[in-house]
């Protein structure tokens, strides 16, 4: 097989794609919480925050927006009181301010009758978009600034003209003159003030298209059935590097491929750092047809980001076999993944918990339960035009490599570690960004095999 390929197609989107809300399960002391954080789509802006808690005894919830790492992160500033609903006594909500791009934590401080807690969130917070004004509202003001402009140029004529007659005097053709020739001359003053203006305001919009998010690019290329990744930035704020990658359960980068254009067929694989900002990896058997890429990365700062881009092979690749934590599907075996669906169903925007178990070939519970790279399970969340993908895990959407970072888990590391038996059922908690058709595929460990199966999931508006 000889240099098939390649297509990159950038997706202009935040980490994760299209899914910039954080969702994250998780307990605050005695307390377990459900977090959802949309972080604001202009910077600087404000985040909306909305706490579930399970627990009746919870009181109060104080909430501080802090960087995640550096020195900032030692100086909080003073806690914002969460509104608790008054219908709906375990429902917080409160709005933060995010005054910088960058990455953060919300740190969430639980009072109650069981005493106190503490959770942090991390929340990656980019400038999404440059709002756009309303048409109606532009028109208003571009009339209003049209009638303020001749305002300006006919109180000067006036002025020139008659400020020196008296009351009832009819101005003489010298008193013309002078009025036409000051009107002349505002008009000049006020054409070059807007002139001006507008220069100003492209210059500061153009300011902050450079601090609009924009993703890594990746090109991908195949040789003798190598996969090659290179990452390349496209220009976005001055910091960003391509080789700061923090290991997430020992990986630096994790890759979902999807076949396209049906999504049914996955590769959970496992790229190498082999240089600044390039990944390689030898792939597996894949028939010949076109992919898509999904790398999460997860930048030192705790700044997550996905890369995305797609390539064709144009013959099947013999491939090589899977090996450590990779993982393809769907799989084929006796024991198999169980969707409990919401019978109510699934609508945008609503966080939910998606609940699955994995039953053995008798569809009793399995006995077997393994973690798969430090999880008992792994979901992506994919919108069928592909414009949104999700890598969540039953703890929420922040990868753990960010989680680590926050205070409570610098504090208490052992906190991120699984404790007990695996359990055969999870839960993920996420929230859809938009109606349409998504396909989830999730994926759980038995036995030392990694189970992966799809499932599709309507979401109403
Ligand atoms: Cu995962």
Redesign the pocket.
């Known amino acids: 097989m000889r240099a098939l390929l390649l297509l990159a197609a950038a997706l202009p989107l935040a980490a994760h794609v299209g899914s910039p809300d954080v969702f994250f399960e998780g307990n605050a002391g005695p307390y377990p919480l459900f977090v959802t954080i949309r972080p604001p789509l202009v910077i600087p802006g404000t985040a909306e925050i909305e706490i579930r808690s399970s627990a009746p005894d919870l009181t109060e919830l104080r909430l501080t927006p802090t960087p995640l790492t550096g020195d900032g992160a030692k100086f909080a500033p003073t806690p914002d009181l969460a509104q608790r609903d008054p219908a709906d006594p375990q429902f917080f909500r409160g709005t933060l301010w995010m005054m910088a791009s960058g990455s953060w934590q919300v740190r969430i401080a639980a009072t109650g009758a069981r005493g106190a807690g503490k959770l942090s969130v991390p929340v990656p917070a980019v400038a999404q978009a440059t709002k756009q004004m309303d048409v109606p509202l532009g028109i208003i003001l571009a009339i209003l600034g049209l009638i303020l402009s001749a305002g300006v140029v006919s109180i000067a004529g006036a002025a020139a003209r008659e400020s020196q007659l008296e009351p009832g005097a009819t101005p003489a053709p010298p008193q013309l003159r002078r009025a036409r020739r000051t009107m002349a001359i505002a008009s000049a003053i006020v054409i070059a003030a807007l002139y001006l203006g507008n220069l100003w305001w492209t210059a500061e919009a153009r300011a902050y298209d450079r601090y609009i998010f924009k993703p890594l690019t990746a090109t991908p290329a195949i040789t003798d059935g190598r996969l090659r990744i290179e990452l390349s930035d496209p220009g976005w704020l001055t910091t960003r590097k391509i080789d700061d990658f923090l290991p997430d359960?020992g990986h630096l980068m994790?890759l979902y491929v999807v076949s396209l254009p049906n999504l049914d067929r996955a590769w959970?694989l496992h790229p190498d750092m082999t240089g600044p900002g390039l990944f390689e990896h030898n792939l597996p058997a894949m028939p010949a047809g076109r992919y898509a890429l999904y790398g999460?990365l997860v930048h030192e700062n705790g700044f997550p980001e996905t890369i995305t881009s797609e390539f064709t092979l144009a013959a099947a690749l013999p491939g090589a076999p899977l090996t450590g934590d990779d993982s393809a599907g769907p799989t084929p075996t006796a024991a198999r993944i169980v969707f409990d669906r919401d019978p109510a169903g699934y609508r945008a925007r609503k966080p939910a918990s998606f609940r699955f178990r994995l039953v053995d070939e008798h569809g009793a519970p399995a006995r077997d339960m393994e973690l798969?790279?430090g999880?008992p399970a792994?979901?992506?969340f994919l919108r069928r035009d592909r414009s949104v993908f999700a890598?969540?895990?039953p703890g929420g959407s922040v990868p753990m490599a960010s989680l680590a970072l926050t205070a409570e888990a610098q504090a208490n590391p052992h906190m991120l570690h699984h404790m007990g038996a695996i359990p055969p059922e999870v839960s993920f908690p996420y929230g859809f960004p938009k109606p349409g058709p998504y396909r989830i595929i999730v994926?759980m460990k038995h036995s030392g095999t990694v189970e992966m199966a799809m499932f599709d999931v309507e979401v109403a508006p």
Do not use: L
Request: hydrophobic content about 35%; glycine content about 0%; charged content about 5%.
């Open positions: 359960h994790h959970h999460d798969y790279m999880m792994h979901a992506a890598h969540v895990h994926q």
